[in-house]
């Protein structure tokens, strides 16, 4: 196995450890939280601040990293997800576990990027959207098998804090791994003269990012994002509320949307980038978003349901990765600081969706689905219209 196929692996396996630990988290915190006399708002916003605090910081770690190394960036990334873990596990009062829910928010971001950055470092521009959609899929499997230990941790009677303290020791074992096998990857390309690699906050890189030729790539990654959230945020209660599904059912569809994604983005989204183009993807995967949506309003029944879910699970996990090897090729900054702006705007999507579809779930059931469909048609006619004259891209050193 060459070097950078090793590099590569172990990349997959510390994004699968990120989410897998984010994971476990989910069947836990509630009772954890109710444990320490949490109300509602108080554990929305442990929610929230995980996102939001990626969101922020996302770009000045991937900038970081451009400054001083991908493996010196990944590494104290995962040694303070670690730590996050532990503290969360010794808390009594709900505002400290706010704060590390926080600390985990920043420190996790400053993994995402960074390998995402080192993935475009070792990989060849043409492999880049197989590799990126590879990643993508590391991280469904960890999200898709994290609620799962979280709850059997639970179930087996190890205790909420004890279920945290796991998480904590695969974490540090997912840094002893990184620190012994991961070396400082050689950079592919040098960005152009004068783009350095400044830092940005989360509100700053919307500014810049919105501002270069990149903007309608970073805009798609939010409206990626936004749209499966949209769907994952509310999927529970529309089972429940819509199709009266109890909790079995509800577990089906999550292992069902996680089972598609880890298909979608580990087979289909390399072959269909070399057989149709990443542009031409991107376009169909926002309708097959839009078709899902429409099978969720119309269903009455869970398969209905199912096949809605599929169809909006093709979409994100189609877009994301191919935006990522897109703006990967065509950007003039360095890789860490472009991976942290598009990292950014992921999370940006991760925050605003939930709350949206929140209070709009009040009003009607299929008021998220009707809003993800417009943000998905909008994007669909605005970039049609803007890649429609453009030549199509060839390979190119990236």
Known sequence: MSGARKQQLILFATLFQVLLGFGIVIPILPYFAKELGANSLQMGLLV??????????????????????????????????????????VAQDIWIVMLARFLGGVLSAATIPTASAYMADTSAVEERASRMAAMG?????????GPALGGVLASVGLGYRQAFLVAMGLALLNWIVAYFTLPEPTRRSAPAKGSGSRGFSGLKAVRV???????????????????????????????????????????IAFTVQGIASVIFQGVLVGWASGRFGEERSIGWALLSGVAGFMALI???????????????????????????????????????????????????????????????????DWAPFASAIAVYLLFYFWSRAAWQHQTPERSVAG
Request: glycine letters at 14%; proline letters at 3%.
């Open 298 to 364: 119309l269903s009455h029944d869970f398969v209905t349901a199912m096949i809605g879910v599929i169809f909006i699970t093709l979409a994100v996990s189609f877009v994301r990765p191919l935006v990522t090897a897109m703006v990967s090729r065509r950007t003039r900054m360095e890789q860490g600081v472009t991976m942290g702006i598009q990292t950014s705007f992921d999370a940006l999507g991760r925050t605003v969706a939930p709350m949206w579809a929140g209070m709009v779930y009040l009003w009607q």
């Open 137 to 145: 899929a590391a991280q469904n499997l960890g999200f898709m098998g």
């Open 48 to 89: 929230t601040v995980w996102a939001g605090a990626q969101f922020l910081f996302s770009p000045l770690w991937g900038a970081f990293s451009d400054r001083v190394g991908r493996r010196p960036v990944l590494l104290v990334g995962l040694a303070g997800y670690a730590l996050t873990f532990g503290v969360i596990a």
């Open 209 to 251: 990012a919105l501002a270069g030729p990149e903007a309608l790539l970073f805009l798609l990654a939010f409206a990626g994002t936004f749209g499966g959230s949209s769907m994952f945020s509310m999927l529970g209660y529309f089972l429940i509320d819509r199709l009266g599904a109890g909790a079995d059912l509800s577990g």
